[in-house]
Antibody
């Protein structure tokens, strides 16, 4: 079955860096786009970044552009999120989610499988 | 960027009630919208894609409608397991954006 397992969260000081990982299994990792979505404590969901199925394109939320980098290692079936210059407002649970494509009145992307999340706390 | 305005932010309802949640996009997004359900401490779960198509395993009491800038999620007869927070998500253009969420709790 499809499984996504995030790791790498923890407590980090403002201005420092952290790298999150998302280990994928149960599907052809190289055939799917994968997203990062975060949720600050007690708040709603915020889309963070995506890497396309073929790795050709990456997009970011304005709030993280220039500070975060999404990447993947096909040989390890693992997605990464390199987070630099961290701020208090980056404190959140970070989820990775697989992008599936569904068809009906066009083609539509769905975040159809999610990991359990990893908590990042930015605090001095 | 496309802004998604979801309303209400919260509602109280009883088992068996009909519940409607609305999402408005700041510009037309065709039907490039999905709905997700999240329970406390859990990852979100996909419910609906293309604004109105139910995903596999989702009960038929859930339905979606809309196109362009206005969308609705309806739960025809609220069940105990439906008490959760619901989010819309547009995938028409990057950056993707979620609505602020609607928390459905027990009256």
């Amino acid at each position: 079955q499809v499984q996504l397992v995030e790791s790498g969260g923890g407590v980090v000081q403002p201005g420092k860096s952290l790298r999150l990982s998302c280990a994928a299994s149960g599907f052809a990792f190289s055939s799917y786009g994968i997203h990062w979505v975060r949720q600050a404590p007690g708040k709603g969901l915020e889309w963070v970044a995506v890497i396309w199925f073929d790795g050709s394109n990456k997009y970011y939320a304005d709030s993280v552009k220039g500070r975060f980098t999404i990447s993947r290692d096909i040989s390890k079936n693992t997605l990464y999120l390199q987070m630099n210059s961290l701020r208090a407002e980056d404190t959140a649970v970070y989820y990775c989610a697989r992008e599936g494509w569904y068809y009906g009145s066009g083609s539509h992307a769905v975040l159809d499988n999610w990991g359990q999340g990893t908590l990042v706390t930015v605090s001095s | 960027d496309i802004q998604m305005t979801q309303s209400p932010s919260s509602l109280s309802a009883s088992v068996g009630d009909r519940v409607t949640i609305t999402c408005r996009a700041s510009q037309g997004i065709r039907n490039d919208l999905g709905w997700y359900q999240q329970k406390p401490g859990k990852a979100p779960k996909r419910l609906i894609y293309a604004a109105s198509s139910l995903l596999s395993g989702v009960p038929s009491r859930f339905s979606g409608s809309g196109s362009g800038t206005e969308f609705t999620l309806t739960i025809s007869s609220l069940q105990p397991e439906d008490f959760a927070t619901y989010y819309c998500l547009q995938h028409n253009s990057y950056p993707w954006t979620f609505g602020q969420g609607t928390k459905v709790d027990i009256k």
